[in-house]
C-alpha cells in the first residue's frame, strides 16, 4: 500500500528504571551478609564496586521511548536515564512489523509483543512491562502500523500471531 505524506501517528512513553531496586536490594544483601557472617565485611570494596556499576549500567543503557510516524518516514528516539538520546530514522516502506503473543522471558506472564523490522533485521522489540510500555501502548503501535499501511511479516508458524484489538 501506498503511504499518503499528511499521516502522523506518535507513541511516547514515560521511561520507567531498577536504580531504585538497586539502591535497596545489593545493600541488604550485603548488610544480611554482614549479620550472617561478620567476615562477610571484609567483601565490602567489591559489593560497593558492584553497585556502582550496576548503578552506572543502568542509567547509561539506552531504552525506546517514542515512536513517530509521519511524512513516510518512521522516528525511533532511545532515551537514557542521564538525558542522552539517540534518535534513528527508517523509511516507512521499508518497515514491516509483526504482533505476537509470546513471553519474554521465563518468568514474565504471556504478552503481545511488537517488533518492527527493516529488510528482515529487527530494529526494534517493544514488549509490554518493559521500560513503561504498557500492553494498551504496544496494541496502539500495532493497530497504528496497521492503519498507516506497514506490512506485517511473517517469520514463521512457531508464535500465534496476536489480535488487534479496535481494528
Known amino acids: 500500500m501506498t503511504q499518503p505524506d499528511t499521516i502522523a501517528k506518535s507513541f511516547r512513553i514515560e521511561l520507567k528504571t ?11 544483601l550485603f548488610l544480611l551478609g554482614i549479620i550472617t ?4 565485611i ?15 549500567y543502568s542509567a547509561s543503557t539506552f531504552r525506546l ?20 538520546k539517540r534518535i534513528k530514522s527508517y523509511p516507512v516502506r521499508d518497515l514491516q512489523f509483526t504482533y505476537k503473543i509470546g513471553k519474554p ?9 511488537c517488533r518492527l523490522y527493516l529488510k528482515d533485521k529487527e530494529v526494534a522489540s517493544i ?7 504498557t ?6 503501535l500495532a493497530k497504528g502500523l496497521a492503519s498507516l499501511g ?18
Open 18 to 28: 531498577e536504580i531504585p531496586y538497586w539502591l535497596i536490594i545489593l545493600p541488604s
Open 37 to 40: 557472617k561478620p567476615e562477610f
Open 42 to 56: 571484609m567483601v565490602w570494596p567489591f559489593a560497593l564496586l558492584l553497585t556502582v556499576v550496576l548503578l552506572f
Open 65 to 84: 521511548t517514542s515512536i513517530d510516524i509521519n511524512k513516510g518516514e518512521a522516528i525511533l528516539t532511545e532515551t537514557n536515564l542521564l538525558k542522552s
Open 105 to 113: 522471558g521465563l518468568r514474565h506472564r504471556v504478552v503481545n509483543i
Open 127 to 133: 514488549i509490554p512491562d518493559h521500560d513503561g510500555w
Open 135 to 140: 500492553d494498551d501502548t504496544v496494541n496502539d
Open 150 to 167: 506497514v506490512a506485517k511479516k511473517f517469520i514463521g508458524y512457531g508464535s500465534k500471531d496476536a489480535e488487534i484489538n479496535g481494528l
